[in-house]
């Protein structure tokens, strides 16, 4: 969903089709185990469990108000064997809402097409687990387009999305695509499901680390959005990369813009 903005691009450097090889998904997997790793260590005793934690001044910002999106590491997108991980993280500040109220919200998976459009053309769930326990699986399904193409292209995704309660005041789930397949002449009499790991190659994989930490009158909320695409020429790519990051960091920051919306029209309704 956050990524789906790089199709427009990619559409210049992928015209032609590709099939997802073995040695990039094997990078892929590597590069999340690191993702999640990374999230394990947040936990550990006199560690930041938030990324904004981390500088007062990117806290300052959010606190503020301010919606901030940075690239994870120095090097974004990441080259991998005939592939590309990109790999963005940001946050923002919900005042006035819970963790409760910001949960309601993201696991209203059949309102995602509203919430998200024009990017989302459909959404619903499909199995939801119990978050009173501790720890819950959801696993529902988008369809995912960008209206701005020229070419009739949409993909067809299923997520398992795994919640974990830390405390009373801090939880963090992951949500990992378990298959997309490309919709080629979307929209048309003729459109049809590509094979998995064929097509364009712009979306191959998608994983995502939310954290949530109620705090400060409010709700903190990070979202790290990782995805693999092919790789992009070497004869553009010094003219598309640029481009490819300018456009996550906005497709990032109008996700979390559009759920903080979200969140706060609900409570809002609420205390009506």
């Given amino acids: 969903m956050r990524t789906l903005t790089l199709v427009t691009l990619f559409s210049l450097a992928a015209a032609n089709a590709a ?17 999640t790793a990374r999230m394990q260590h947040r936990l550990a005793p006199g560690n930041s469990f938030l990324w904004v934690d981390e500088s007062p001044e990117r806290l300052a910002r959010v606190r503020a108000g301010e919606i901030v999106v940075s690239p994870v590491g120095p090097q974004t997108p990441k080259k991998v ?38 990017n989302v053309a459909e959404s619903k769930p499909i199995v939801l687990g119990d978050i009173g326990t501790g720890e819950a699986k959801d696993r529902f399904s988008m369809v995912l387009i960008n209206k701005s193409l020229s070419l009739r292209m949409a993909f067809d995704a299923d997520y398992e999305s795994c919640y974990t309660r830390v405390d009373d005041r801090r939880m963090f789930s992951t949500t990992a695509t378990t298959r997309i397949q490309e919709i080629d002449d979307y929209g048309s009499p003729e459109q049809h499901l590509l094979p998995v790991g064929t097509g364009h190659g712009i ?17 903190y909320v990070e979202f790290e959005a990782l995805a693999l695409s092919r790789d992009i020429p070497g004869a553009i790519r010094w003219f598309v990369e640029p481009l490819v990051r300018r456009i996550s960091r906005s497709s990032l920051s109008t996700s979390l813009t559009k759920t903080e919306r979200a969140v706060h029209n609900q409570t809002e309704l609420a205390h009506r």
Avoid: C
Avoid at 100 to 106: D, G, I
């Fill in 19 to 35: 099939t997802l090889d073995a040695v990039t998904e094997q990078a892929w997997d590597q590069y999340v185990e690191s993702a």
């Fill in 81 to 118: 064997p005939s592939g590309l991980i990109h790999d963005w993280i940001g946050a923002v500040f919900i005042p006035q809402a819970s963790i409760q109220n910001v949960l309601e919200v993201v696991r209203d998976y059949g309102q995602y097409k509203d919430m998200y459009e024009p």
């Fill in 203 to 219: 979306i191959w994989r998608m994983f995502g680390i939310t954290r949530y930490l109620e705090r400060d009158g409010g709700v």
